[in-house]
């Protein structure tokens, strides 16, 4: 074998943020480094870091010297060709982006919520002024769904996407279903293990899956994603008994974050859903990912993998920069540029069509399920099945599930049955998707 | 919107083959042609397709102008860009292929057997002439394996790969798992269903796999691989009463295909293993593919799809045939080269561990189980469970695991036993995986 390597141009990358994900990224290119440079024909080297407080013990060592807490050394050093912006949030990192591509930098980010808000002023940008601008690890860790949709299944039209994109909702899932943990102890549980941080809002909220699917609704579909407009139920609502009487009814309860294409819109929305228990996605335990696709020319995909985590979302970093620098060495960066050339509307949470599943407490007597049903029928909700759990003190706690139907006349049904005289309490409904292509 | 469509260049292809590939990439390509131009800024046009009878009806209308007979009305065009081969097997598609090649055209293929014999040499000259040459669609349809290797797990160093990458074979294990079918039956069935062609050798006997496996190492551990040096073992000794007896250990039967890298060298096979339930890949039923990694840095991740098909592969094809064209609008041809930089040796069988299944008949008096045991021992395989099974006529039909165990002393010890007099009949044995990953 030759050794061309003195041959090879010098591509010098910049770090903004080293903490969980910078340091995976390091690792990741600095671990596997001559089979790296090889593939990519160039010689890496790491410039300059900007941390927040250089004295912090770090996962990896690196040259002190590498380090500043003035990001404008990474941005602004005419050396540096990569800036790879790691840091996380929309200020400051959004200004320090900005201020890279104005110098001409290109520009790796694993930012989701950056790009969910902004990414389609960054990507023009970047595309007018030519430069690479990768965002892989921004959704799902290690899981290349972005390049997927962006490359592989291009030719496709997609029809939708069902996602576990959050590993610490799924964690508290998973443990409340097989160990029958609350969800209080489950969370505890995800800390302990650190698949959750310390203040998990965004996660449990569902904020984290909507940022998310936001991104890949924008990439599917060709359009940004407003993501104000897509709802988001987190996991306030899902009881233990929910989550034992779906299994009877042959279902888990996921997080599903969730694109489809309806018509000249597009349905994207986060929220519990039951999930048929011989669905791909049932199968996709503890902190894992999956994202199910449904495209015209594929049928049915499966990426699944590590969602979060340093050398995960490492991975998708390190990968970023690789084929940045392949661009930067042939010339052709900007080559896979913004595709959002249209404007689709998102389809507001009331006209969603899904299933439903409800647990609601009633008055333990003759001709009360049939006046429970007959509210269903009365809003234009047709129901799939029925069935009698604990009864006492003259309470009968009864769970429903119905076909599917557009939400507003579920929520209006669901809003008739709580006001009636026989009815003591609708204990809870969720989503149920049954049809995932 | 502006309409930039009268900027954009054209860009001629020209197809050899318009079978189920060849017509699936064509539909692909035709029924969403404006947005795909709109991703790639770029017009495409089929000009001229070669085929083997003109007469023969097809799925898709395309003028009869564009057929032809003599392929080097396609690679000798010189207003064709890209040459998409889609006729399959060797000769004469890799004249073609360097014809085409030496015209300066890119070259998209789905030719698993042409690549895993004859990639590198093909490969090199592309690079040579810095032209595209792009072979998704050979490897498990219309999953983005290829693409994932090279470019989204780049920074990986890969531990490990274990593909379900045969529909054919796949559906036939699950049928006679689910349903209890004979081999027979399964693969009349799997006929009858189009999942498998009127002669299924190399389906069956795990060529076709061999191929997939032999492309995906080469990939994963930068290394050609001698397709000859391929252990491949198909469906011929797996037996019904196996299959069951798997279930009941908590298995079931997977033709695999497997790379795993072994210091210097690799070890590629492929042959059917018993698979924990608990696995995701024992979730992969009837025709789909799945291919499970084991990177450095991304941890497990699994790729779930359609592994052949009209469509699904004509996705992958109509992919690379966008990735080309991207790349010829950018000058930016030949960009992803071949990574074969080092050369590996494949561990040889006998060399290689994992553990074993066996079923044995013998003699049903006390002592004999303590002998079978005692040859296993001394053969250096250690046990890991024993189950006797149907005992009639002093007959015991018993079934062992083993642990990992080199797969010589394995053999050695199964010749012992056969030859006991204690033994009526080793009935069969079959490896197992169990852990991957």
Request: hydrophobic residues 45%; negative net charge.
């Amino acid at each position: 074998m030759t050794d061309h390597s003195h041959d090879w141009p010098l591509v010098r990358l910049g770090f903004i943020g080293f903490g969980i994900v910078g340091t995976g990224a390091y690792r990741v290119l600095d671990e596997n480094l001559p089979a790296i440079q090889q593939k990519i024909g160039a010689r890496l080297e790491v410039k300059r870091i900007c941390v927040r407080s250089p004295e912090k013990p770090r996962p990896v060592q690196v040259d002190s010297a590498l380090l500043t807490t003035d990001a404008h050394e990474v941005t602004d050093d005419p050396e540096i060709d990569v800036v790879c912006e790691l840091m996380g949030g929309v200020e400051p990192a959004r200004s320090y982006i900005l201020r890279a591509l104005e110098k001409g930098k290109h520009v790796v980010t694993a930012n989701k919520e950056l790009i969910a808000r902004q990414g389609h002023g960054l990507l023009s940008l970047a595309a007018q002024k030519r430069l690479d601008f990768q965002f892989e690890g921004s959704v799902a860790g290690g899981i290349p769904i972005i390049n997927t949709l962006k490359v592989a299944l291009a030719a496709n039209r997609i029809e939708s996407l069902f996602g576990i994109v959050n590993g610490t909702t799924n964690y508290i899932l998973t443990r409340m279903g097989a160990a029958g943990l609350t969800f209080a102890d489950a969370l505890a549980e995800a800390q302990a293990q650190g698949f959750a941080e310390a203040d998990p809002t965004s996660d449990v909220y569902g904020y984290d899956a909507a940022y998310k699917i936001a991104i890949l609704a924008s990439i599917a579909f060709q359009s940004t994603v407003n993501i104000e407009e897509v709802f988001c139920e987190g996991l306030q609502r899902v009881d233990e008994p929910d989550i034992r009487y779906a299994r009877e009814l042959g279902f888990c309860i996921k997080l599903l974050a969730i694109a489809r294409a309806r018509g000249d819109r597009m349905d994207v929305r986060v929220h519990p859903a039951l999930v048929p228990l011989d669905h791909p996605l049932a199968s996709v335990a503890n902190e894992f990912n999956a994202v199910f696709i449904k495209g015209s020319a594929v049928g049915e995909l499966m990426l699944f993998g590590r969602g979060a985590g340093s050398l995960p979302t490492g991975s998708a970093v390190a990968g970023d920069i690789m084929e940045t620098v392949r661009n930067v060495v042939r010339g052709s960066t900007g080559r896979v540029a913004c595709t959002c050339f249209t404007r689709k509307e998102v389809v507001p949470i009331a006209e969603v069509e899904t299933g439903y599943y409800a647990r609601i407490r009633v008055e333990d007597r003759p001709g009360v399920l049939a006046e429970v049903a007959r509210l269903f029928g009365a809003n234009g909700v047709s129901l799939e099945s029925v069935l009698q759990k604990a009864s006492h003190a003259d309470v009968a706690e009864i769970v429903w599930t119905t076909h599917r139907a557009p939400e507003a006349r579920f929520r209006a049904a669901i809003e008739a049955i709580s006001q009636s005289p026989v009815v003591h309490e609708v204990c809870n409904w969720i989503r149920v998707e049954e049809e995932m292509g």
